[in-house]
């Protein structure tokens, strides 16, 4: 062999070690990032509901107490403006980021359809369930399935629902089929899709429930939505046409937050934020 390229050969084996050793290459798929965020806190497992396998993480310590329930955003559905992702796992779980965060006694996290599971196990996983289905009505039923069976595990009979940017909308719109829901937080949540679209030039996402139409099915529920004042993906306008299709604002607040843009500044604030007092419904 000649000297360059047994020179090129130990090159590559040398790299290859290094990435078994330092677990550098493997730690680089959304699957090991979402697990080293999540391991050191959570149980890990997978659950069925509905047409879709779901991955959970979850920490239950007190049996009996309420359950708050993180969904996530929706990941990686875009590669560009017109290409959509082959797989929409995120790279950086921003709602899982929070769970870890929730001083709670019992938190669970679910993560999308189509996220951190194989294809193999969700057969009808296509580019339309984190493109224009994100919010279907098979994947808010499948969310809600889930929910009970975490539920049940935890023997709670209160759920608290925390959503991140499209994981906002999936929380309402589960909230609306269910209840045992106690409150409501959306995190940069996209809650009107329809007036987001309009607001971004973009197709709108048939095939989706829209959390906007559901508003007033939900007004009874303590509600706060939080918005990045740098946020230029979701603006306050979407949560302010959620608020005004509600009808009430008695139970529903909007709370703009300094310094956070659509990704960063959440995880910091988190610990914070969720101790903020939820409105009281009925007081002004």
């Given at each position: 062999m000649p000297e360059a390229n047994l020179k090129q050969c130990f090159m590559q084996l040398g790299f290859v070690l290094l990435c078994l050793l330092s677990q550098g290459c493997a730690s680089n798929t959304p699957q090991t990032i979402a697990s080293d965020i999540a391991d050191k806190w959570f149980k890990s497992t997978e659950l069925k509901g509905g047409e879709f396998v779901l991955q959970v993480y979850y920490r239950f310590d007190q049996l009996e107490a309420p359950l708050s329930v993180y969904i996530e955003g929706?990941?990686?559905?875009?590669?560009?403006?017109?290409?959509?992702?082959?797989?929409?796992?995120?790279?950086?779980?921003?709602?899982?980021?929070?769970?870890?965060?929730?001083?709670?006694?019992?938190?669970?996290?679910?993560?999308?359809?189509?996220?951190?599971?194989?294809?193999?196990?969700?057969?009808?996983?296509?580019?339309?369930?984190?493109?224009?289905?994100?919010?279907?009505?098979?994947?808010?039923?499948?969310?809600?399935?889930?929910?009970?069976?975490?539920?049940?595990?935890?023997k709670a009979s209160k759920v608290n629902l925390i959503g991140y940017s499209g994981g906002g909308a999936v929380a309402l719109l589960a909230a609306a089929r269910r209840s045992d829901v106690t409150s409501?937080?959306?995190?940069?949540?996209?809650?009107?899709?329809?007036?987001?679209?309009?607001?971004?030039?973009?197709?709108?996402?048939?095939?989706?429930?829209?959390?906007?139409?559901?508003?007033?099915?939900?007004?009874?529920i303590s509600q706060i939505h939080y918005v990045g004042e740098r946020d230029k993906v979701i603006g306050r306008y979407v949560t302010e046409s959620f608020i005004f299709k509600a009808g009430s604002e008695n139970c529903i607040q909007l709370k703009m937050v300094s310094g956070a843009t659509h990704?960063?500044?959440?995880?910091?604030?988190?610990?914070?934020?969720i101790r903020e007092k939820l409105p009281i419904c009925g007081e002004k």
């Open positions: 929706d990941g990686k559905a875009w590669l560009n403006k017109n290409r959509a992702s082959r797989n929409p796992s995120p790279r950086n779980p921003i709602g899982l980021s929070l769970a870890v965060r929730d001083p709670g006694k019992n938190v669970m996290y679910i993560a999308r359809p189509c996220q951190y599971v194989s294809f193999e196990k969700n057969p009808q996983c296509d580019y339309t369930y984190w493109t224009n289905r994100r919010f279907a009505p098979e994947v808010i039923a499948s969310v809600s399935a889930v929910i009970d069976l975490g539920k049940k595990k935890a409501i937080r959306t995190v940069a949540g996209n809650i009107d899709h329809r007036v987001w679209t309009k607001q971004h030039k973009v197709d709108s996402l048939n095939g989706s429930l829209n959390a906007a139409d559901v508003a007033d099915k939900v007004s009874a990704t960063k500044g959440w995880e910091t604030l988190w610990p914070k934020l």
